[in-house]
């Protein structure tokens, strides 16, 4: 299945190490409560790992 990220309002990228274990609950309440940035908003946030070669991302878009 194929997205069409060309209308994503905001792009954010998370800089520094990641638990990659985490999910998206727990990313999600990450976003809530260190960046103040909500995670249900129409957004694309891009988490990298410890070794900077794995990225996860996640598309919120309701």
Partial sequence: MKYDYTSVKNIYIICGKTD???G???LA???Q?????D????????F????KDRYKYFVFRW
């Fill in 24 to 26: 998206i609950d727990r």
């Fill in 29 to 31: 309440t990450l976003i």
């Fill in 39 to 46: 995670p249900y908003g129409d957004s694309i946030i891009l």
């Fill in 20 to 22: 990659m274990r985490k």
């Fill in 33 to 37: 409560d260190c960046f103040e940035l």
């Fill in 48 to 51: 990298s790992g410890w070794s």
